[in-house]
């Protein structure tokens, strides 16, 4: 099945530590994005690519980065991790339909960080 | 921007019963709703969505509502099994927007 494939799925870093959380798809879209999940937040969206080169910041973007290396694999970097960035990271993606609506958005199984 | 907010945090229902779960909605130019369920230890998924050009829409014991004039839309689950309980996340994307701005999620927890 094709699927939105996240590696690691845990990891306990410490502070100031730099950190890669990996993401790859075989849908065959073009949209990516990262998303945070903290209890009693939601999903929060820290950035997205619709298309390799092309990287857009979410609400949520300060101390984070991210490449595309290419149209399936987006990855994340926390350059100097911190405790308040303890969470639940989820990737994404669409598909854009002819209509032009990007539609539903397919999640990976998440990946799930602690920094001490 | 767009924001979202949804109530409430929590709800316990009966086995059997009805769940009704809210969210308002900030950018009048908001034209789709979706909703997310995130089982215990899993991904969300899609569960059902609608646009700003009808008002209701159904699919088996699940249907969302759309008042654009309030700007609020609701998930209404009936006949609620042990399999509902879950985590539901409401969502909503501007009119120019490429972005789902997420409510903050309801635990739905069904009694059995």
């Known amino acids: ?116 | 921007g767009e924001n979202v907010e949804q109530h409430p945090s929590t709800l316990s229902v009966q086995e059997g019963d009805s769940a009704v779960i809210k969210c308002t909605y900030s950018d009048s130019a908001s034209n789709y709703f979706p909703w997310y369920k995130q089982e215990l230890g899993k991904r969300p998924q899609l569960i059902i969505d609608i646009r700003s050009n009808v008002g209701e829409k159904k699919d088996q014991r699940i249907a969302v509502t759309l008042n654009k004039t309030a700007k609020h839309f609701s998930l209404h689950i009936t006949e609620t099994q042990p399999e509902d309980s879950a985590v539901y996340f409401c969502a909503a994307r501007g009119l120019y927007g490429n972005k789902l701005v997420f409510g903050a999620g309801t635990i739905l927890r069904v009694k059995s």
């Open chain 1, 1 to 116: 099945d094709a699927d939105v494939t996240q590696t690691p799925r845990n990891r306990i870093t410490k502070t100031g530590k730099r950190i890669m959380l990996e993401c790859s798809q075989t849908k065959g879209h073009d949209r990516m994005y990262w998303y945070r999940q903290d209890p009693g937040l939601g999903l929060r969206l820290i950035y997205y690519s619709f298309d390799v080169k092309d990287i857009n910041k979410g609400e949520i973007s300060d101390g984070y980065s991210v490449s595309r290396q290419a149209q399936a694999k987006f990855s994340l970097s926390l350059e100097s991790a911190i405790p308040n960035q303890t969470a639940l990271y989820f990737c994404a993606t669409s598909d854009l339909h002819g209509t032009g609506d990007p539609g539903e958005l397919f999640f990976g199984e998440g990946s799930r960080l602690t920094v001490l």
